[in-house]
């Protein structure tokens, strides 16, 4: 199933952050999924949509007596609807979740997530970077905007502060109008919506799309122009005598010594780092790694037991950085 109206959503709400009858009306059938992506904020909302059917045209002002003495009175001149009652939960603030947002997309894509906020332009994150197999890394950043001139804007502004190429994240394409689209192409910038990276799986969860993953993949290697011979970094090939697996990573030869009957979790992290040392980056944190497991554990300890032969495998580099023994 496809759907547009979260993503919409976020390019239709300032933050994107309001109440939940907001995001409800906004995303419709989409905000069950949503919810995993909103968490509460501290402050309460001074103003609430109006609930009529036909709306009187402005947000209501919302008026605290007290804890159980809630109204929101139309602001209209003359006033066009009555005042009503609200309880404290109904005027909680809701904000996109980014956190969960990037770790939700990390599950799937080759996203390293190393999120930093970027000084004086609102409203825009670097997540991290996309190492895909081929062995290059891109800046990934996402912006969500509410008008077309306030993008345009985001785009010259990170295009000026990245000389190489990078990919720009928004939820949907509704904003990217022509010029922006431009701007990007010409500097071999990826340009990708979350409303095409996301669908709502069978259990009606956000998940990554994995048949756009992969056309994603190519677009983006097709684009950034990384496949240049000269420039592009050799998949890291470890020989067959060092490092083999079997079933799935269940079984695995190291240095020629058999290791057998890794637990799922081990399998998991194994393949992960393997992943990482064939991409020629072989060292990662620990959340980075957990953050693609099925079930994250908390600690690499949870997975290797200090007196497991297996432990082998996994190499604590230093403090919370780990690489596979080879
Ligand atoms: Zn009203
Ligand atoms: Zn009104």
């Keep these: 199933m496809r759907q ?26 989409h905000y069950e999924a949503a919810k995993a992506f909103l968490r509460p904020m501290q402050e309460l909302a001074t103003r609430y949509p109006c609930m009529r059917s036909y709306t009187c045209g402005c947000d209501h002002r919302v008026v605290i007596y007290s804890d159980d003495d809630i109204v929101a009175a139309c602001t209209c001149n003359p006033r ?3 005042t009503f009652r609200l309880t404290k939960s109904d005027i909680i603030i809701y904000e996109l979740d980014r956190p969960a947002l990037y770790r939700a997309m990390a599950k799937t894509l080759p996203l390293d ?31 969500i905007q509410t008008e ?17 190429s990078f990919i720009l994240m928004a939820p949907t394409h509704d904003l990217c109008e022509t010029d ?28 990554v799309d994995e048949a756009y993953a992969a056309v994603m993949e190519a677009l983006i290697c097709q684009s950034a122009d990384v496949q240049k011979p000269d420039e592009a970094q050799p998949v890291c090939r470890i020989p067959k005598s060092v490092f ?17 009957a890794l637990g799922k979790k081990q399998a998991e992290v194994v393949r992960i780092l393997h ?19 099925t079930d994250s554990p908390t600690r690499m300890s949870d997975v290797f037991r200090y007196n ?3 432990s082998v495998l996994v190499k604590h580099v230093k403090a919370d950085i780990y690489r596979l023994n080879v």
């Excluded at 919409?8 to 009306?25: F, N």
């Excluded at 922006?180 to 990708?192: D, G, W």
Aim: hydrophobic share 40%; proline share 4%; net charge negative.
């Design 308 to 310: 497991d032969s297996r």
């Design 180 to 207: 922006s689209k431009e701007l990007l192409n010409n500097r071999q910038t990826v340009f990708l919506a979350l409303s095409d990276i996301f669908r709502i799986d069978e259990s009606g969860v956000f998940v």
């Design 80 to 82: 066009a609807c009555d």
């Design 244 to 260: 083999d697996q079997e079933e799935n990573y269940r079984i695995i030869w190291l240095h020629g010594k058999k290791l057998e």
């Design 275 to 293: 992943d990482a040392a064939k991409r020629g980056r072989p060292e990662m944190t620990f959340a980075s790694i957990a953050v693609k497991m």
């Design 113 to 143: 997530i190393q999120v930093t906020d970027i000084p004086h332009l609102r409203w825009t994150d670097q997540i991290g970077f996309y190492t895909p197999q081929k062995g290059f890394r891109l800046p990934v950043f996402l912006t």
């Design 4 to 29: 547009e109206s979260f993503w919409s959503a976020c390019e239709a709400i300032t933050g994107p952050a309001t109440v939940e009858l907001e995001w409800k009306q906004l995303a419709g059938e």
């Design 148 to 164: 077309p001139d306030n993008f345009r804007n985001t785009v010259l502004d990170l295009l000026a502060r990245n000389r190489e």
